[in-house]
């Protein structure tokens, strides 16, 4: 059982706009950043979001971040095909000391 | 781009120890740290430790404590990580990934391409 709670699947229409959300506890998400990663078919994740808002360089501006509380959520706007895959939230667990993820979201656009 | 080129698939005998390399390239090694993550097949992503590139510095996950052990080689630009004890459930991908600074609460901003390591008799 994963620390940070996703839902397994989500799906939407193209162009439609979907939320994933990650929730956590007070030692995870309520005291640390978090970051989101997406993982195609057969590839290493790429980082989409970081510091809960934050868009890397050369990520599209369809993916954006928000947190509250102990929970966040990423959110996809003018949804593709290419936009299927994994999606996992991470963030510093203080009472576990470690890195955890979340169990992973599969989008999968209709 | 920043790189990371990770060493070949592995198959391993139970009891065995296995050690995957990680070389980076185009960016200052010691001034960021390597994780360690690996993914079962068809399972979520599971955090194994960390190095500070610059210092040395680990910390392990508490599940792998004792179990795995990752060090790095600044002239070769090379970390590595050995899991010891294989039992047929370490069968999976394992990944050496990027922080964006050296600390283990640096987000991870780069991926290697994964080593498949199998656990089979």
């Known amino acids: 059982q994963s620390v940070l709670t996703q839902p397994p699947s989500v799906s939407e229409a193209p162009r439609q706009r979907v939320t994933i959300s990650c929730s956590g506890s007070?030692?995870?998400?309520?005291?640390?950043?978090v970051n989101w990663y997406q993982q195609l078919p057969g590839k290493a994740p790429k980082l989409l979001i970081y510091?809960?808002?934050v868009l890397p360089s050369g990520v599209s501006d369809r993916f954006s971040g928000s947190k509250s509380g102990t929970s966040a959520s990423l959110a996809i706007s003018g949804l593709q095909s290419e936009d299927e895959a994994d999606y996992y939230c991470?963030?510093?667990?203080?009472?576990?000391?470690?890195?955890?993820f979340g169990g992973g979201t599969k989008l999968t656009v209709l | 781009q920043v790189q990371l080129v990770q060493s070949g698939a592995e198959v391993k005998k139970p009891g065995a120890s296995v050690r995957v390399s990680c070389k980076a390239s185009?960016?200052?090694?010691?001034?960021?740290?390597i994780h360690w993550v690996r993914q079962a097949p068809g399972q979520s992503l599971e955090w194994m430790g960390w190095i500070n590139a610059g210092n040395g510095n680990t910390k392990y996950s508490r599940r792998f404590q004792g179990r795995v052990m990752i060090t790095r080689d600044t002239s070769a630009r090379t970390a590595y990580m050995e899991v010891s004890s294989l039992r047929f459930e370490d069968t999976a991908v394992y990944f050496c990934a990027k922080g964006m600074g050296s600390g283990s609460y640096s987000p991870i901003d780069n991926w290697g391409q994964g080593t498949l390591v199998t656990v089979s008799s």
């Open positions: 185009r960016y200052t090694f010691s001034s960021h740290a």
């Open positions: 991470a963030t510093w667990d203080d009472s576990l000391n470690a890195l955890v």
């Open positions: 510091s809960d808002d």
């Open positions: 007070s030692s995870n998400i309520g005291n640390n950043a």
